[in-house]
């Protein structure tokens, strides 16, 4: 069964940082790329972060470029997310989500993990 479960969400204050993890089981966990993504209450879903499989290559959104960053460790089925200087703004469920690495979708989601910041 394909599962996706983060972890280390929580309420701070700005300037703060947290560190999110995401447990997988995939199977191979290295025949997947990672993504991190946001979604504010009363918005689109956004694309934060991702990293290929071997954790090689990453990119970035613009709004979290410099101040979040995304590994992996494929020993334990693992993908994190380190968020410092967080804004108000980042306020928001914090997914992760695999897709293989021949497709362009995710098709694996968690379930999101809540990170509020108070300011």
């Known amino acids: 069964q394909v599962q996706l479960v983060e972890s280390g969400g929580g309420l701070v204050q700005a300037g703060d940082s947290l560190r999110l993890s995401c447990a997988a089981s995939?199977?191979?966990?290295?025949?997947?790329?990672m993504g991190w993504f946001r979604q504010a209450a009363g918005k689109e879903r956004e694309f934060l972060a991702f990293?290929?499989?071997?954790?090689?290559?990453?990119s970035y959104a613009d709004s979290v470029k410099g101040r979040f960053a995304i590994s992996r460790d494929n020993a334990k089925s693992m993908a994190y997310l380190q968020m410092n200087s967080l804004k108000p703004e980042d306020t928001a469920v914090y997914y992760c989500?695999?897709?293989?690495?021949?497709?362009?979708?995710?098709?694996?989601w968690g379930q999101g993990t809540q990170v509020t910041v108070s300011s």
């Open positions: 989500a695999a897709r293989t690495t021949g497709s362009p979708t995710y098709g694996y």
């Open positions: 995939l199977g191979t966990f290295e025949s997947y790329h």
């Open positions: 990293i290929n499989w071997r954790g090689s290559v990453t």
